[in-house]
């Protein structure tokens, strides 16, 4: 089984940072991608960011300058450091994992609240 534990988010006010963590329990070789997801209140869930297990990284346009993600191979966790916060990624932010050999895996979700 796969398991990602999410960590980092919280309220802060437009123009602040935050940095999400998700630390994933798998084999470390078995992965191919992680990345985050956002669901805001009656949204459909939307990419925000990807890494691959080579480093190349995809953003969406609307945090693109604003969120950097990046990945601690040897901790098997992936971050998403978010500057510049504006009241429109006020939402629920999931990490995801794809793997050849384990498939597609999500976690819990970790809010995050921008106050204008």
């Known amino acids: 089984q796969v398991q990602l534990v999410e960590s980092g988010g919280g309220l802060v006010q437009a123009g602040g940072s935050l940095r999400l963590s998700c630390l994933a329990s798998i084999r470390r070789f078995s992965i191919n991608a992680m990345g985050w997801y956002r669901q805001a209140p009656g949204k459909q869930r939307e990419l925000v960011a990807t890494i691959t297990n080579t480093g190349s990284t995809n953003y969406a346009d609307s945090v693109k300058g604003r969120f950097t993600i990046s990945r601690d191979n040897a901790k098997n966790t992936v971050y998403l450091q978010m500057t510049s916060l504006k009241p429109e990624d006020t939402a629920v932010y999931y990490c995801?994992?794809?793997?050849?050999?384990?498939?597609?895996?999500w976690g819990q979700g970790t809010p995050v609240t921008v106050s204008s």
């Open positions: 995801n994992l794809y793997s050849s050999y384990e498939g597609t895996w």
